[in-house]
């Protein structure tokens, strides 16, 4: 069993910075991949960024490629994803996930955050 606590959402302007952290409880968060998704009011969640387990496989969605960086450190049992040049439409609840599998669709993995909020202003 896997907890997931997210944080460091927050309201920014346009082109400013974020940094979102999850913090995992459970001896076997270092053989989960882990994944962060977004979901608006009315749409379904989306995929943004996973990492292996290893850190060594990373995918981004094409919309925040360049733009973002997700990283892990097992020894904190915490996963982290560093948004810059954040655009209005980013603006989303951000939630974190661990899954056996490096893939991008939510119903694939298995543990879940409550999410945390990060808001744009243009």
């Known amino acids: 069993q896997v907890q997931l606590v997210e944080s460091g959402g927050g309201l920014v302007q346009a082109g400013g910075s974020l940094r979102l952290s999850c913090a995992a409880s459970?001896?076997?968060?270092?053989?989960?991949?882990m994944a962060w998704f977004r979901q608006t009011p009315g749409t379904e969640r989306e995929f943004v960024a996973a990492?292996?387990?290893?850190?060594?496989?990373?995918y981004y969605a094409d919309s925040v490629k360049g733009r973002s960086t997700i990283s892990r450190d097992n020894a904190k049992n915490t996963v982290y994803l560093q948004m810059d040049s954040l655009k209005p439409e980013d603006t989303a609840v951000y939630y974190c996930?661990?899954?056996?599998?490096?893939?991008?669709?939510?119903?694939?993995?298995?543990?879940w955050g409550q999410g945390t909020q990060v808001t744009v202003s243009s």
């Open positions: 459970g001896r076997t968060f270092s053989t989960y991949a």
């Open positions: 990492i292996s387990w290893s850190g060594s496989s990373i």
């Open positions: 996930a661990a899954g056996e599998r490096l893939l991008s669709l939510p119903r694939l993995y298995d543990y």
